[in-house]
Structures are given as C-alpha cells and as structure tokens.
C-alpha cells in the first residue's frame, strides 16, 4: 500500500459509529480473554475506541483497521494488567476442596473471574471464549496472556505479534512455548470443548431446571457427572463429587420446594441459568448465575456466580412475580 491508506479503510475511519458498531463485539471477547471481566473489558474497548480515535489521523494503512484496532486493544489491556492480581475462580487458589455442610467462608477482596453473556461477544471459536480457556489465561502473565491471544485465537504470525508488542520474534516464540506448558499443565485440551446442544443435553438441562425448582436433591446429583465440580465466587469454598455436592445444596441452600426457579440464558459459549429465590413477599429476586459444563454422562462443572449485578448485563428481570413457573418466559427477557 506504499504507506497511504486505502479507500475502504479511510471509509471506516471516517465513519467512527460505524466502525465502533462493527468491531465492538469482537474486541469486547478480546478484553475479556486478557482482564477476565466483563465489566473491565466494556471499559476497556471504551478506551480503545477512544485511542483509535484519538490517532485516526495517523493511521498510515500498514495493516487493516481490525489490526490496528487490535494491537491498540492489547496494550490498553497490558496497561490496565500492570500491578493487577489474576482473576481467579476458587478451585484455582490453592485450597483444599470442601464437603458439604461445611461453614462457607466469602472473600469479597478477591478480584473474581467473571463470565460474559454470548449475546455480547463475537468469536469464530467458541473455545476461546469459554470459562476454563478464560480461567487458565488468568494464570499466565500478561504479556505471555497477550502473546497466546494474538497467536492462537487471532492466528496472527509472530512478526506481528512482535510488533504489536515492541518485541521480537524470538521473544514472542518463547512467551508462545511457555504459555502452553502452563495451559498442557492445567490439562486443557480442545476435547474439553462440546458441540452445540443436543436434544439429550437440552432434555438433561429440563430435568436440571425441574429439579432445583422442586429441591429434589437425589434428582439434581444424579444429574452430575460422578467427579463433577461444584465453584462459587465469592465464596472460597469448592466442592468435588455428588455426595459433596448435593449435601451442600441440601444444607446450606436456603431455598424450598418450588422457591428456586430458573431462567436459561448463555455464558462463554456454554450453558448458564439465572436462578432466583422466593422472597418473603412471594415474588423472586437474582440469587446465582450458574454456567455449565457438560460431559457425555451429566453435567460435569457448575459456576455458581453470586455477582447478581450480573444479571443485568444477561438481560435478565430483577425480579420475577409469584406465579412464575419453570417455563414461563418474561418479556423482559432480552439480550443486552
């Protein structure tokens, strides 16, 4: 291109909304692969936006706008990294996992991983947007974080990765090395990664939602994979197994039969739920979001978020009347 900027490409610069409309989605799954927040990674292509803007007048053309935009997007995020713990969820810090019945111990310091609703990110792969890909980045530094983004999930080569970054090439490829000895020691692999939805895993996620309504313990750990994990930010305690699980649901779950409904909705490419608890007055406000992973024999991990602003950025109703019933869909059931 000889330095200059193509038509098409001063085009998108020329219209900003345009171009913010276009890339939003997809630089929002950006930032939240690299911070881990879906509240940081809103703030962070604000930001990115903002410097593209801000510098629109001295893009040269040397790559396309989506480059550009992305290496922008990584250094905002690397900027915003220094100094910052990991995000991480509690079966990652180091303690022992807990049986059921066991006192709950809540640690609101600790910066958590959250998840992110599908309906606000773009992404070709949807393993690369999913919690335990997300959960094993946060264990990586941020540059080498940034490095196995822009290679692997973006496919960029290493000179360009370099660039992004003011490095070489040599130092990209061995940041590259060690990011997937750490990731092959945490045992991630793509056969953790499942198709769409079956009718058989969509009849399972019925009797799923069926049984939290009736608190019908025996039913809900039948549904779980024998080893399956039970996580709940921000409480540090984490649970192995069914027996573990279901005490745990029986005990310290404060809801009854027909207190605790659930609507289905979509986090990092897999299967989530916004469950609800009966209030005093009948109705039922935000209690959890719980994500889901899947195996061939039952559900095999649960995520059970305390967050409840989260439920906002899932376009889920603060509240749910009285009458509500497993099956009922809230016209404010929308996504965000």
Known sequence: MSGRVTDVQATELDDFQALTARYQRELLAHCYRMSGSVHEAEDLVQETFLRAWKASADFQGRSSVRTWLYRIATNVCLTNLEGRPRRPLPAALGTPDQMGGDGLEQD?????????????????????????FVAALQHLPARQRAVLILRDVLRWSAAEVA????????????????????????????????????????????????????????????????????????FLNWYVGRESIGSLIAKNCPGDCNDMPMLQ???????????????????????????????????????????????????????LPAGHRPGDHPLSLVPQ
């Open 108 to 132: 609101h310091e600790v910066a958590w991983l959250q998840p992110v609703p599908d309906a606000a990110v773009q992404v070709a792969e949807r393993d690369s947007i999913r919690l335990a």
């Open 163 to 234: 660039e992004a970054l003011d490095t070489t090439t040599a130092a990209v490829n061995s940041a590259l090395q060690r990011a997937h000895a750490q990731l092959r020691d945490r045992r991630l692999t793509e056969e953790s990664v499942e198709p769409d939805l079956n009718q058989a895993q969509q009849q399972l996620l019925d009797r799923y939602v069926d049984a939290f309504w009736r608190k019908d313990i025996d039913t809900i750990v039948s549904l779980l994979t024998s080893e399956a994990v039970w996580e709940m930010p921000p």
């Open 265 to 319: 909705t979509s986090a990092n490419g897999q299967p989530a739920f916004g469950l609800y608890m009966r209030t005093g007055d009948g109705d039922f406000t935000p209690f959890q979001l719980q994500v889901l992973d899947l195996a061939p024999d039952g559900v095999r991990h649960v995520r059970a978020f305390f967050d409840t602003s989260l439920f906002a950025r899932f376009g889920l109703p603060d509240r």
